[in-house]
């Protein structure tokens, strides 16, 4: 990722802050969706590459399987009719990726800034996901 973790991405909201959420997140076209959490799988795997090694080959290989998997799923719901069951376990598969990196953090193999930064690209995902499954649920009814 060309962007340092600190910095937001461009299109990731920003403006006043409030307790509303801004709907245009989830209108994201699902190629969109699919090339966001694939820059996230990047970043993922470049943090995995260094850390200790000790944790390396457990928390760091099932962060970026799982990283991988969430994209993969992403991918193939672009290319096929029935979504929601792909979209529902990329869903679950981004939860997983959120608790393996709360617990990357606590061993100590990602540091509180680099997993704030994680959050908020996995924040911004789920609410891109959630659009393109409401809008599954309504093409579908």
């Known amino acids: 990722m060309a962007a340092s973790e600190d910095s937001e991405p461009p299109g990731s909201g920003g403006g006043a802050p409030g307790p509303e959420r801004s709907p245009a997140p989830s209108r994201a076209p699902p190629a969109t969706l699919a090339l966001r959490l694939e820059e996230v799988t990047g970043w993922v795997m470049a943090r995995a590459a260094t850390m200790p090694q000790k944790h390396k080959f457990t928390v760091g290989d099932k962060l970026v399987e799982t990283c991988l998997e969430v994209t993969c799923l992403l991918v ?60 599954a649920r309504r093409s579908r009814a």
């Open 76 to 135: 193939e719901a672009s290319y096929t009719r029935d979504k929601l069951a792909l979209l529902a376990r990329a869903s679950r598969g981004l939860t997983r990726a959120r608790v393996l990196a709360r617990l990357a953090t606590r061993a100590r193999a990602l540091s509180p800034d680099q997993l704030a930064h994680f959050e908020r690209e996995t924040v911004e995902v789920g609410r891109m996901l959630g659009g393109w499954t409401r809008s």
